[in-house]
């Protein structure tokens, strides 16, 4: 259990959690994070010894955490979404119901994902991104506090950098191919959604073992405010200042040091490689999402 998630509403809540659980028929012990980096440490041990499940309680960064503990094992990832976008658990059929989530958990259908390899230590399952959105995560995630509200950190921020953003120069390599030029955003996703909704790969699936890529191009501020509102419908990809490719792998390079944030958090920053691992984590999913 992440405390400060959702601006610290996980904590008030999480023993509802336990007592929901429970009656579902879920014998769970609790471990409450005290500092970043340790729920990965954790469930690194859990996976090691075999545990069944180790169920993240928290929003996208508890869940990416978790999953940098447990890659490549037999133990399955449990979600109850507490946090602030929850894109992941979303993109997974699992109801923001806490009651529900509790139940998803019990019935245990379980799917393989592929998982995104950033180098040769990290991993993340739902949306990276370099360029506005990634300075926006940075923004929000320099000011955060367990009382702060992080939706509205992402909002000022997005509202500071659509005023001071100033359009990148980056090199792209995959398939083959080369991708040179300034960008407003670059994605790379490996499921459809991020940032509460927006639909920014929309064909995105997590176990076809390709990692999406949508290049945004500079764009004067009027249209990219005319743009914003089709990211939500998966639209955007329409435009002409967009692109979306496909790739098991892509080499990213830019004109100056520019950070990967991947599910929230702070993963790199350029050069770096990323490489889809297919089917390296085992996810408890809703009844909406298929099985494998």
């Not at 993109?91 to 040769?120: H, Q, W, Y």
């Not at 419908?233 to 979306?244: E, F, I, L, P, S």
């Amino acid at each position: 259990m992440n405390p400060i998630a959702g601006g610290g509403k996980c904590r008030k809540v999480y023993p509802a959690i336990v007592r929901s659980l429970r009656r579902a028929g879920v014998a769970c012990d609790v471990i409450v994070s005290q500092y970043p980096g340790q729920i990965t440490g954790l469930s690194s041990e859990f996976g090691a010894l075999g545990y069944k499940t180790v169920i993240a309680c928290g929003g996208d960064g508890t869940v990416n955490e978790l999953i940098n503990g447990i890659a490549g094992t037999k133990t399955a990832l449990g979600i109850v979404p507490l946090g602030t976008a929850n894109d992941f658990a979303v993109n997974m059929g699992i109801s923001k119901d806490i009651n529900v989530a509790c139940t998803i958990i019990k019935e245990r259908r379980i799917r393989k994902i592929d998982l995104v390899g950033v180098g040769d230590d990290k991993f993340f399952a739902g949306t990276g991104c370099i360029g506005f959105d990634a300075e926006v995560a940075a923004f929000a995630s320099g000011r955060r506090k367990e009382k702060s509200n992080p939706f509205l950190l992402h909002v000022l921020g997005a509202l500071l950098k659509f005023v001071s953003y100033k359009a990148r120069m980056v090199e792209l390599r995959f398939n083959g191919k080369r991708y040179f030029g300034k960008i407003l955003l670059v994605a790379f996703g490996n499921v459809r959604s991020y940032a509460r909704g927006m639909l920014i790969t929309p064909g995105a699936v997590p176990d076809d073992a390709l990692l999406d890529i949508c290049v945004v191009r500079p764009l004067a501020r009027w249209r990219l405010l005319s743009l914003f509102p089709s990211v939500y419908k998966g639209a955007h990809v329409n435009n002409k200042a967009v692109t979306v490719s496909r790739a098991e792998a892509v080499y990213v390079q830019s004109v100056g040091p520019m950070a990967l944030y991947a599910d929230g958090d702070f993963m790199t920053t350029t050069p770096f490689r990323l490489k889809v691992v297919p089917r390296h984590l085992n996810v408890i999913v809703g009844p909406g999402s298929s099985q494998l």
